[in-house]
């Protein structure tokens, strides 16, 4: 009896390991979105990165916890800011059609901060906050943030082409900003009271 059995267990034992090997190896596959998702070039302060169709090279980071702009005549106004300023420097270029670039920061927990728009603060030829940019024109400016002062350790910029999100199966230009071994102690040493934006 137990001959006649040994291979029906044998079958049920391959099919049964058959099965099991498809379950892991759908699951070792990329998703539909991980599929689509945008390609990541990594980089850091002071060093061009390439992507196909963006190129950038980010100077520096200052923080503070507010900025004065030009207003009306040589008046002058203050933008406030609940958390802190986060302003990065940089030059961008487009290398294939015109586009506008973005920026958003990613912090160390996941969240995303979408840069201010170009009324905030308002500062013509430096806010790249929807500027559209022409091929082999690159544009020096700025990218600024409003984020808590606890967001800053760790945080990455994300650079990219468009106006609201990352495209699809298209790049995404990461810079690391230096502030990965910062404490909020340091963060908070390094945040100027007031920077003058109207010269």
């Known amino acids: 009896m137990s001959a006649r059995l040994g291979p029906a267990w044998r079958s049920a ?8 090997a498809v379950v892991l190896l759908r699951k070792a ?13 990594r980089g850091a302060l002071g060093q061009r ?9 980010v100077d520096g980071v200052r923080l503070a916890r507010r900025y004065r702009v030009a207003d009306i005549g040589d008046e002058s106004r203050v933008l406030r ?37 170009d009324d905030r603060p308002r500062v013509r ?13 690159p544009a020096r ?8 002062p606890a967001q800053v350790p760790g945080a990455r910029l994300q650079i990219y082409r468009g106006p609201l999100t990352p495209g699809q199966m298209d790049s995404l230009i990461e810079i690391d ?3 990965g ?9 390094r945040i100027a009271d007031e920077i003058d934006l109207r010269s």
């Open 13 to 20: 034992l391959w099919l049964a390991f058959g099965v099991v």
């Open 49 to 57: 990165v390439e992507a196909r169709d963006l190129a950038v090279v």
């Open 81 to 117: 800011t609940p958390g802190v300023w986060l302003s990065v420097v940089l030059e961008a270029e487009v290398l294939r059609e015109p586009a506008p670039i973005s920026a958003r920061l990613h912090t160390r927990d996941g969240y995303d901060y979408q840069a201010a728009g």
């Open 29 to 41: 596959q990329p998703s539909y979105e991980d599929k689509l998702a945008p390609f990541v070039v």
């Open 125 to 137: 030829g430096v806010n790249l906050s929807g500027i559209e940019l022409a091929p082999g024109l």
């Open 181 to 189: 071994a910062q404490t909020a102690e340091q963060v908070q040493a």
């Open 177 to 179: 900003l230096g502030t």
């Open 141 to 148: 400016g700025a990218f600024f943030f409003e984020l808590p």
